[in-house]
Nanobody, 115 residues
Framework: QVQLVESGGGLVQAGGSLRLSCATS????????MAWFRQAPGKQREFVAS???????GYADSVKGRFTIFTDNFKNTVFLEMTSLKPEDTAVYYC?????????WGQGTQVTVSS
């Protein structure tokens, strides 16, 4: 059974930084594509960043150059380093992966950026 547990969210001022973590179990992240999504109040969940088993990442245009996705394969953990945060980055951030045809999501971690 795949389990994803996010942490690292919080309240930060605009221009600040946060690092989110997604601890995984039931999969080997070196064999799976991993991704971060976010959902702001009243909005649909949207893609933020992804990384494949070879370490190649992809980013939404809105975060490109500010966010970095990376993994620690030994700890089976995925990270999202967020810098130059803006109030519009405020959202619940979710870690997700698909394994054996089933998509799994974590419970999410709240990020709030004050202006």
């Amino acid at each position: 059974q795949v389990q994803l547990v996010e942490s690292g969210g919080g309240l930060v001022q605009a221009g600040g930084s946060l690092r989110l973590s997604c601890a995984t179990s039931g999969i080997s992240i070196s064999d799976n594509d991993m991704a971060w999504f976010r959902q702001a109040p009243g909005k649909q969940r949207e893609f933020v960043a992804s990384i494949n088993g070879l370490g190649f990442g992809g980013y939404a245009d809105s975060v490109k150059g500010r966010f970095t996705i990376f993994t620690d394969n030994f700890k089976n953990t995925v990270f999202l380093e967020m810098t130059s945060l803006k109030p519009e980055d405020t959202a619940v951030y979710y870690c997700t992966t698909e394994s054996r045809g089933v998509r799994s999501w974590g419970q999410g971690t709240q990020v709030t950026v004050s202006s």
